[in-house]
């Protein structure tokens, strides 16, 4: 038994956990990921699935306000059952972050054998879902 914050915003008291279907769990709460459509300012389109991570985070961070360190980033596209699926051209990406000032990057687990001879000073850390996304970054 937990709560449950839906994205709404409305709080459900002592949910069983088997009841949801899709669910991230931080501490004594879930958040349930309902579908999002995300709006960028300015015009912009993101047609890149590997932003997928990033945003679920930023919306996760928001429902259960835990701030994700400002110097992680967070790479990698989410499937229907929020399993983290790994993402073409990682190490340029992983390069990229680094050259950008991030210290720690969040990556699909799949995607780390790709990234064996690396060498960097950012830490990378492998995931399956966005449960442990979310839960490596706090």
Known sequence: LGNVVHANGDTEHGAHSDKICSDVTVGDSAVV???????????????????DLGIAMALISSLT???IPDDLIAIGEIGLAGECRAISSI??????AERLGFARCVIPKHNLKTLDGF??????VGVQNVNEAF???V
């Not at 190490?91 to 990229?96: P, T």
């Not at 060498?119 to 990378?124: A, D, L, S």
């Open 119 to 124: 060498k960097g000073n950012i830490e990378i």
């Open 91 to 96: 190490e340029q990406r992983v390069k990229e």
């Open 33 to 51: 990921c309902t579908p999002v459509v995300h709006n960028v300012i300015g015009g912009l389109e993101i047609a890149e699935p590997a932003s």
């Open 65 to 67: 306000d835990k701030k």
């Open 135 to 137: 839960n490596a970054s």
